[in-house]
């Protein structure tokens, strides 16, 4: 597994696109913070940049860098999640500005996989994690069912094949700093 962390983190500080096993999904990730490595996500998946993306972020301290103001009953949901949980935050910061909403708002989630926060904690900086397909297209749900145009567009896969045997996408909750919650999907 070190040798698979190494090789993402080498593609990542580099502004590539990888392909990797996340606590829901497969994922196509790239540096939360670099915006033209986020513009080949979009470009991937055949994707307006209106439509955000996820990032992941390896704890919760790594979580109030990029968040202006994390909201109290964001900590509650993250501890009480039974599966998980993506919260769209208002006002982030220190990412990508392609990867902000037009309402200035980003969905991040605490990974929950121990791959994934390996990873992040390694790498230093939020991952994008956005399901391994064509936009518009069914989400994969196991390595078999990714299409050859993602394999190829990537420039890393991770040799994990064998995880995420069956995985569902996270829920969603919009969580403002007005107190205002709103799940998008459940």
Not at 11 to 40: H, R, S
Not at 103 to 125: E, M, P
Not at 128 to 149: C, D, H, L, M, Y
């Amino acid at each position: 597994m070190t040798e698979e962390i190494n090789n993402c983190i080498k593609e990542l500080q580099n502004g590539n696109l990888i392909l990797y096993p996340t606590d829901t999904v497969w994922g196509i990730g790239c540096d939360a913070t670099n915006e033209n490595a986020v513009k080949k996500v979009y470009e991937l998946k055949k994707r307006e940049d209106s439509k955000a993306l996820i990032c992941l972020v390896a704890h919760q301290a790594m979580l109030e860098r990029h968040v202006a103001m994390v909201p109290d009953a964001a900590y509650d949901i993250m501890d009480l999640a039974e599966k998980p949980t993506t919260i769209v935050f208002d006002e982030p910061k220190g990412v990508a500005k392609n990867l902000i909403a037009d309402d200035n708002t980003l969905a991040i989630r605490v990974a929950s996989d121990k791959f994934c926060q390996y990873l992040i904690n390694n790498f230093g900086r939020p991952i994008v994690s956005t399901s391994a397909n064509i936009s518009g297209e069914p989400t994969p749900r196991q390595f078999k069912e990714i299409s050859e145009e993602i394999l190829k567009g990537v420039d890393y896969v991770v040799n994990l094949q064998d995880k995420n045997q069956n995985p569902s996408p996270s829920s969603i909750i919009k969580l403002s700093n007005d107190g205002q919650v709103k799940v998008i999907r459940e």
